[in-house]
């Protein structure tokens, strides 16, 4: 049987930003630009539907890096905003299929990108090195302490 982990409470409410980007604008760069000019810091992403033209995805080997143009419908965007941003994308081709990985930038909005950010209240997400991974790693915080 699965073990369930409880961690700590770490902030208030959530608040709500929807966002709708337009054609021609680059989602990632765009979401991180709103989250810093508004300065969340516990920002991440609710729910995102739209479709882009182009993506730029790290594959699941945590090395290789695809690039994709075409017309592509978001079937799912989620991760964090605050402190640089951990995005993974699923799109769906024009047959249906659906591939994603981890968002490196590139994402051409083609219609629309109806996004909600969300913002963790009293949250703070910083990045700090994990000898683990070799990667920055997500590390949260109350701003109350
Ligand atoms: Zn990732």
């Known amino acids: 049987m ?3 982990h409880t961690t700590k409470r770490l902030g208030g409410p959530v608040t709500c930003y929807p966002v709708r980007l337009r054609p021609g604008e680059e989602i990632k760069s765009e979401l991180l630009k709103l989250v810093q000019e508004h300065g969340l810091q516990g920002a991440f992403v609710m729910s995102c539907v739209g ?6 995805l790290r594959m699941s080997d945590s090395t290789t890096v695809k690039k ?5 419908e978001i ?11 951990h ?22 909005v083609f219609t629309t990108a109806e996004v909600v950010i969300g913002n ?14 070799g990667y920055n790693e997500l590390v949260t915080n109350s701003n109350h302490a």
């Open 87 to 108: 995005l993974h994308i699923s799109l769906s081709d024009v047959d249906g299929r659906v591939f994603g990985g981890h968002v490196i930038g590139d994402l051409v």
């Open 120 to 133: 963790a209240g009293g949250v703070v997400f910083t990045r700090e090195p994990d000898t683990q991974t």
């Open 68 to 72: 994709f143009e075409g017309h592509f």
């Open 2 to 4: 699965a073990e369930i």
């Open 75 to 85: 079937v799912s965007l989620v991760g964090t905003l605050s402190a640089g941003g």
């Open 51 to 56: 479709s882009v033209t182009k993506a730029k």
